[in-house]
């Protein structure tokens, strides 16, 4: 069997020296789903944006982020997250961006 050389580093087996390799930009916080504590890594731009539907629908995060958990059907919290913060702005800017652009 020939090993194949891939141009990404999945960080498995990776020849590349440790400080040669991009450092993490997630950002690893602590949330408290339905009452168990938990943490989510996700990028800050995606943080803001959660902490931005919260003021917007004036929910604390962990209750809206136990609301994602139990509607999930995505493989991870995180990918849940993800997808509601897509769903969440794609919405606003379906119904409310066009309207005010035109």
Known sequence: MVARSFPYDFGVASKRPIAARAPSTLVNRNVTVAGHRT????????????????????????????????????????????VYLMSYFRSAARFDGHRVSR
Do not use: G
């Open 39 to 82: 943490s989510v890594r996700l990028e800050p731009t995606m943080w803001d944006a959660l902490l931005q539907i919260c003021r917007l629908e004036n929910k604390p995060m962990n209750l809206l982020v136990t609301q994602i958990e139990q509607n999930r059907i995505e493989s991870s919290l995180t990918a849940a997250i993800r």
